[in-house]
């Protein structure tokens, strides 16, 4: 079976840093383009940062730039967001995702295989 667990949500003041992780179960991550999302109250889900198979590509949201860096570990099987310099507007769940394209891709709907999501909250 399949799985996405995200963990490392949490709450920090503006300017502070978190880094998520996405442990996966029952496939190897490293043969599967990744993304991480996020959904805010009220708002649709958005691509915030993705990467392709071979990591090459890497995709950013532009209000995250030189904020945020994605990674993979191929060893844990587990991929990371790493977030800095956390603002107001950061605040929402956060998801990772598994898509089967080969390439960079932060289009929702090519992910097949999403994990629960974890909640991230910025604030004073």
């Known amino acids: 079976q399949l799985q996405l667990v995200e963990s490392g949500g949490g709450l920090v003041q503006p300017g502070g840093s978190l880094t998520l992780s996405c442990a996966a179960s029952?496939?190897?991550?490293?043969?599967?383009?990744i993304g991480w999302f996020r959904q805010a109250p009220g708002k649709e889900r958005e691509g915030v940062s993705c990467?392709?198979?071979?990591?090459?590509?890497?995709y950013y949201k532009d209000s995250v730039k030189g904020r945020f860096t994605i990674s993979r570990d191929n060893a844990k099987n587990t991929v990371y967001l790493q977030m800095n310099s956390l603002k107001p507007e950061d605040t929402a769940v956060y998801y990772c995702?598994?898509?089967?394209?080969?390439?960079?891709?932060?289009?929702?709907?090519?992910?097949?295989?999403w994990g629960q999501g974890t909640q991230v909250t910025v604030s004073s």
């Open positions: 990467i392709s198979r071979r990591d090459a590509n890497p």
């Open positions: 029952g496939f190897t991550l490293d043969y599967y383009a």
């Open positions: 995702a598994a898509s089967g394209r080969w390439y960079t891709t932060c289009q929702a709907y090519e992910y097949a295989s």
